[in-house]
């Protein structure tokens, strides 16, 4: 019999929206992508290699936005960033998303080697410095006692339980003070406005940014061009529901930066149709609930779950984001009773379809 042909991909929505920049810019060199507004990359040494940054001119120096991984490269980087970007112009300020460490990772490097404040939302600072202190074992006791319930062998546990400890190793010192950055803040770079809107579900306070004057939207993690960002549960809060708060961003997105704005997201190339795009984001989130619901016809373990929602093969650093991820799909459904869990005599929580 003959192998059934592979179904063609759908046309994904993303397929509806428009990248005027068909490449990044090389390693050390930058693009303008607006007035006043240019474009850097940094490779990261993960599955996702790379992130995009932003340099936003304010006229007599410049704001930088997210810092990089902490690694040599970067560093390195960054000096020829000084050299050949900055047309001989200080730079005056780091603004960053979010504290995960591709974007906070160099932030006590920069403002301490350029002498200069970090500004970004409080919960994300206090996250931050959290994470790169709480290295205690009671701090890793909490997740292993996380991931025991998810029903995962010792060994998978073992390969990402260490979250906490990875943290300090991929930033810098978190500096010990900081500039905050509010919902609605209006921060001014040069001539330009920049609206602070604040998205969660993918990182606790994190700050987006939108120019009405350049109709530009600097979109940090919240909404990516190709892959879907990542929305997890952790062991610091093991009953929020980190889906149901990524989604009401999204909407509140929709609503409040028109279809208009040219999006720089950190990840992949900036493009035009951010509606589209977050319409295809909750469509694809819809579509993995039901998936999650039709597994757990019979009671089934986390993970058990994991692999129908991550059918592809994952190194450790995917899994802790795959298991986290899947848990923030069941949290959802048990809060709108989708679902309901129950405790096996070995601690392990198993779900079943209501
Ligand atoms: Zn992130």
């Known amino acids: 019999m003959r192998q059934r042909e592979k179904p063609m991909t759908p046309p994904d929505a993303s397929g509806a929206l428009s990248f005027p920049h068909a490449t990044p810019p090389a390693p050390g060199a930058v693009t303008s992508v607006a007035p006043g507004v240019k474009w850097l990359r940094m490779p990261l040494p993960f599955a996702l290699d790379h992130i995009n940054l932003w340099l936003l001119d304010e006229g007599d120096g410049w704001t930088i936005v997210d810092s990089g991984l902490n690694t040599e490269t970067t560093k390195q980087l960054w000096g020829e960033i000084f050299l050949n970007a900055l047309e001989g112009k200080p730079v005056k300020r780091l603004l960053v998303t979010h504290f995960h460490p591709d974007h906070m990772g160099l932030a006590g490097w920069l403002t301490e080697t350029l002498g200069i404040p970090l500004w970004c939302t409080e919960t994300e600072w206090l996250f931050a410095r959290l994470l790169s202190l709480d290295e205690s074992a009671a701090f890793m006791e909490n997740a292993q006692e996380f991931y025991r319930r998810t029903g995962m062998d010792e060994a998978m546990r073992a390969a990402f339980a260490g979250r906490g400890t990875t943290y300090s190793k991929r930033v810098t010192q ?79 997105l929709k609503r409040e930066i028109p279809e208009t704005a040219f999006v720089l997201p950190s990840h992949g190339l900036p493009f035009h149709g951010l509606h589209r795009r977050i319409d295809r984001l909750a469509a694809h989130h819809e579509e993995r609930l039901k998936e999650v619901e039709a597994a757990c016809e019979t009671p089934r373990t986390t993970a058990e779950i994991v692999p129908v929602l991550f059918r592809r093969e994952l190194d450790a650093h995917q899994l802790g984001f795959a298991v986290g991820e899947t848990l923030a799909h069941i949290q959802y459904l048990l809060n709108l009773g989708r679902l309901s869990r129950e405790t096996r005599p070995d601690g392990v929580y198993t779900y079943r379809r209501v």
């Open 174 to 252: 978190i500096p010990h003070r900081y500039t905050r950055i509010g919902d609605g803040a209006v921060v001014q770079v040069g001539r330009q406005e920049w609206r602070v809107v604040v998205a969660r579900g993918h990182a606790p306070e994190h700050a987006c940014l939108y120019s009405p004057g350049l109709d530009l939207f600097i979109a940090g993690d919240q909404v990516l061009p190709k892959i879907s960002p990542n929305v997890s549960l952790w062991p610091q809060e093991p009953e929020g529901d980190p889906l149901a708060l990524y989604l009401a961003s999204l909407a509140r």
